[in-house]
């Protein structure tokens, strides 16, 4: 649930720069790379990133699925 709201938090003040930036450079275009699939990862808490990926309008975006690798020993 922390992550959650942590995840939530983070949401708001990033559509917050977002607007910001746009209202500043209107025609900006903004990208992004995504994960998805964590092990861990909620039903609830991938539904919120697909609604901040529809919030921000992103020109282009790529998307990666999760996947484990091994332990590197250093």
Known sequence: LIHLI???TFSI???DLVSQIRMIIPNIALTSDFI???????EE????????????K??????FPYSMREVLPF
């Open 6 to 8: 942590d995840v939530i």
């Open 58 to 63: 992103y020109q282009f975006i790529y998307v």
């Open 45 to 56: 808490a991938h539904l919120s990133s697909l609604d901040l990926i529809n919030q921000v």
């Open 13 to 15: 003040t990033f559509l």
């Open 36 to 42: 998805c699939g964590f092990c861990d990862e909620s």
